[in-house]
């Protein structure tokens, strides 16, 4: 199971268009309310949640999906069910992915250290530890994948899809689509 954190203020192509394509790479997807079951986003968009993020067991997942959004990340910061779920998703092993202004949440855990990562490009900064001399929309080091922006948003919803179920299944996801970026 993947769980996307939505907070208020997030950035709706950050975790639909990835909520999207796992879906259907057949990949089992709840999109968690961090303060609601109905999320607004940061471009005024609602989204009824799948479940609450007290219903989430991590012994369920496989991936913890941050979208970013500046609202979204302070309401995941402040949410410390939220912080505990990255926390025990992180000690457990499983597979951490966030994008644009998101990264700074793993950086700031002390999680990017010594890793390579991307993020919004004017937050770079932010990615204290991280190795950020690549230019590119989507980095995987470890268990660890990271994404530029919204404009990465297929690309990363694909490159999660690749991680959990191999580049054969995400190719076929990528075809299904006609994505040629």
Do not use: W
Request: glycine share 10%; hydrophobic share 45%; proline share 3%.
């Amino acid at each position: 199971m993947v769980c996307i954190l939505l907070g208020t203020g997030f950035e709706e192509a950050e975790a639909l268009v990835p909520a999207d394509m796992l879906r259907r790479a057949n990949i089992p997807v709840c999109m968690a309310g961090v303060d609601g079951m109905e999320i607004t986003g940061a471009h005024d968009i609602t989204v009824k949640a799948d479940c609450a993020l007290s219903d989430v067991n991590v012994d369920e997942l496989e991936l913890v999906v941050l979208p970013g959004g500046l609202g979204g990340v302070d309401a995941i910061k402040n949410s410390s069910s939220a912080m505990d779920l990255i926390r025990a998703a992180h000690e457990k092993g499983i597979k951490l992915a966030a994008i644009c202004a998101a990264p700074t949440i793993l950086a700031e855990l002390g999680y990017l250290d010594g890793k390579q990562a991307v993020c919004y490009p004017s937050m770079l900064d932010r990615l204290t530890g991280a190795d950020t001399t690549h230019n590119c929309p989507v980095v995987v080091d470890g268990n660890i994948i990271t994404g530029e922006a919204a404009g990465s948003a297929f690309t990363f919803g694909f490159k999660l899809i690749e991680v959990l179920r191999g580049a054969e299944k995400a190719e076929k996801v990528r075809k299904s689509v006609y994505y040629y970026g």
